[in-house]
Structure formats: C-alpha cells, structure tokens
C-alpha cells in the first residue's frame, strides 16, 4: 500500500548504539524519545532491547500502549485532568506546576504507587519550568514533592533550543547543576538526575564537554534523523536516512509551468507566484497536505523538484530527471522532523520495516 513510510530497523538499531555508548561513556543516562513516530510498536522494541535506560514520550496515549520494561518518561507537563492516567502510565514525569503535582500525589495515593518527578527548570529558552531566578519557587515546589508521600524528587531538568532558540551552554547547564546542588544543601536530599536536554545536546556531547553533575538527555531527533538540532546538521557517525516516504505517481504528463487565466487563491487561501518556465513534464503524486509537510520533503532522485501540493495531490517537475519515469512508479524521500512528525499521524500513510539482519 502506498503512501507507505520504510522504516529501516537496522539504521535505527546503528544509531541507538551509538547514542548509548556516547551517553554511558560520559555517565550520561539516556532517554529514548519516541513521540515523533507515535511510539511505533516496532522502534518500541527496538529501544527496549538497546541499551537505553528509558522511553519518553510526551503524550499519555503513546505511553499507556508501549511494551516495555524500562521506566516511561511523560515529558509534556501534565494536564491536571489527567493526573491518574499520568500516574497509570508512567513512572516518571516532568512538572512544573505545584498543584498538579498535588493532584499526582492524589492519584498515585489512590492507585497505590509511588510517582517519580523531574522539576523542569527554565534556564532561558521559556518554555517549560520555573524560571531560573525564582529559586523560592523552585526550593517551595521541590520541598512539596519531596514531603509528598506518594512521590519522589527524582531529578531537576531544564528543556532549551524549543521555543526560544537558546542553546546549551556552560552558563544554562551549569546553572542547572548549581541549583541541583543547593536544593539538596537546602532540602537535605539526594536527587539523582540532573535531565539536561535533547538532541541540541548533541554537539557538547560528541565533543565530551557537558557540563559535570548533568547525567541525563531526551534525545528524539537524533536518534531518528541523525541530526544535531543546535546546528541543524547530521553528526557523523549517525544515519540520517532511516525513514524513506515512497509515493506512487497517478499522473505524468507534459503541461505548462504557469497556470492559465485569472488567478486567485489556491486551495489554502494563498496567492502563490507562478514563473513561466516553458512547458514541463509533471507527475501527480498520491499523496498531500493531509499527510505530510511537503517543505520537509527531499527527494532521493536529486533531479526531481516539487513544485507543490494540496490536501492530496503532490505534483513534481521531473523535466530534469534522467531516469525514464512512468505512471504506477514509486518516487522516494527523505522526511525531515516535521514531515515524519505529520506522515506517522496521518493513517493515510502505511508502515513497513527493513527487518534486523
Ligand atoms: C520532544 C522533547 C525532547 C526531544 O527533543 P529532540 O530535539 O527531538 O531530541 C526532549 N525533551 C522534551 C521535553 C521534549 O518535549
């Protein structure tokens, strides 16, 4: 069936390998983040029989049906109204918010657990977490879970390069661990991780210099895509092609390059300029917008172009294209994040697996 995604399994395994032995050897715990592929069964089992210490996901969906044996990270602050499915569905989560956390506690009460929380800091990106400079919060908020008797201050955490861009850093991961370090002056306690991002990590990390005291990443682009995302490049030694979206074309036929007659919007409301580039042979692709972010789409075929789509069409310009294409052929892409992001939600889109040698 097609649009189908390739998922090669033994690309996946290479790169899991190599996360966890560069995370080990630095006394680096690693958390496998599995959200872009909506916990795949299949990558699922993959990263339960690699070396990784923990799954996470953001969404409690993903984490309630994943089959595994490690620990499950939620690491979307929870929503209070789902504060028992939360409890039910993994071991442990990152919060922010003291009365959800008391909600947590509640709910890990009634279901008889005990719950792990990672207090998310904000170093500067501002998205999630107290704000750095508002130690009375962070100090308030880690004394409740700590005097909470069905949860555990299981670690501090910090998330950056998300919302506003700002990388890691001696000064932000530093921070991190100077506040780990009073808490526990403060609090009296132990708490063993110190959760210092995700794949924007990569670069410190293959250059061995993670500030000392941060023993944890989430790492999810990396692991899929190869890619370190403070720079926006594959880091060598990672595949960067374990995803394949194959499409199958439903039209080929020569036509001009510029539409003809009064132009208005097109399907999505916008006002798009059309070059005349002389007449041009155009495939239709069976697949659209309702499937994929078609700017986050590089063909294999470097002489192939894509010149647009709507809700299920994609059209590309093969006038380039040295290989003799015809109707019924499969053309191949590479997916960025957001394309493989939007490819394994559309249930349009089929899986298939290049098995484990
Ligand atoms: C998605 C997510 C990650 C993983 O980020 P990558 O850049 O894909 O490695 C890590 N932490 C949190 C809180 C996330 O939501």
């Given at each position: 069936m097609y649009p189908r995604i390739v998922v090669d399994l033994n690309k996946l395994n290479e790169n899991l390998d190599f996360l966890n032995d560069l995370c080990h050897s630095q006394g680096i715990?690693?958390?496998?983040?599995?959200?872009?592929?909506?916990?795949?069964?299949?990558?699922?089992?993959?990263?339960?029989?690699?070396d990784a210490d923990m799954l996470a996901d953001s969404r409690t969906q993903n984490l309630s049906g994943m089959k595994t044996e490690k620990p499950r990270l939620l690491l979307r602050i929870g929503m209070q109204s789902e504060a028992e499915k939360i409890v039910s569905c993994a071991e442990i989560s990152m919060q922010s918010e003291l009365e959800t956390i008391m909600k947590l506690n509640e709910a890990a009460k009634?279901?008889?657990?005990?719950?792990?929380?990672?207090?998310?800091?904000d170093m500067g990106d501002l998205r999630e977490g107290i704000f750095n400079k508002h130690y009375d919060v962070i100090l308030n908020t880690a004394r409740a879970i700590n005097d909470?008797?069905?949860?555990?201050?299981?670690?501090?955490?910090?998330?950056?390069?998300?919302?506003?861009?700002?990388?890691?850093?001696?000064?932000?991961?530093?921070?991190?661990?100077?506040?780990?370090?009073?808490?526990?002056?403060?609090?009296?306690?132990?708490?063993?991780i110190v959760s210092g991002g995700n794949s924007s990590t990569m670069g410190m990390l293959t250059e061995r210099i993670v500030p000392e005291g941060v023993n944890h990443l989430r790492l999810g682009e990396s692991f899929v895509l190869g890619n370190d995302t403070a720079i926006g490049k594959p880091v060598k030694g990672l595949n960067t092609d374990c995803f394949v979206l194959e499409a199958e074309?439903?039209?080929?036929?020569?036509?001009?390059?510029?539409?003809i007659g009064k132009s208005g919007p097109?399907?999505?409301?916008?006002?798009?300029?059309?070059?005349?580039?002389?007449?041009?042979?155009?495939?239709?692709?069976?697949?659209?917008?309702?499937?994929?972010?078609?700017?986050g789409l590089t063909p294999l075929d470097k002489d192939i172009e894509i010149i647009g789509a709507s809700s299920d069409h994609l059209i590309i310009n093969l006038n380039e294209a040295k290989k003799e294409y015809k109707v019924g052929d499969v053309v191949r892409?590479?997916?960025?994040?957001?394309?493989?992001?939007?490819?394994?939600t559309s249930k349009y889109v089929d899986r298939t697996y290049i098995d484990l040698k």
């Open positions: 715990k690693t958390a496998i983040v599995t959200k872009v592929f909506c916990a795949d069964e299949r990558i699922v089992e993959l990263i339960n029989a690699s009634k279901l008889n657990k005990t719950h792990r929380i990672i207090l998310m800091v909470s008797e069905h949860l555990e201050l299981y670690g501090i955490g910090v998330n950056l390069t998300c919302y506003g861009g700002i990388l890691p850093d001696e000064n932000n991961l530093g921070g991190l661990v100077e506040i780990k370090n009073r808490l526990e002056r403060d609090l009296g306690v132990t708490i063993p074309i439903v039209e080929l036929k020569t036509k001009p390059s510029k539409p097109n399907a999505f409301g916008e006002y798009l300029e059309y070059p005349d580039r002389g007449m041009m042979k155009r495939a239709i692709l069976a697949i659209g917008r309702q499937d994929v972010s078609v700017d892409f590479v997916p960025d994040y957001g394309a493989l992001l939007h490819l394994f």
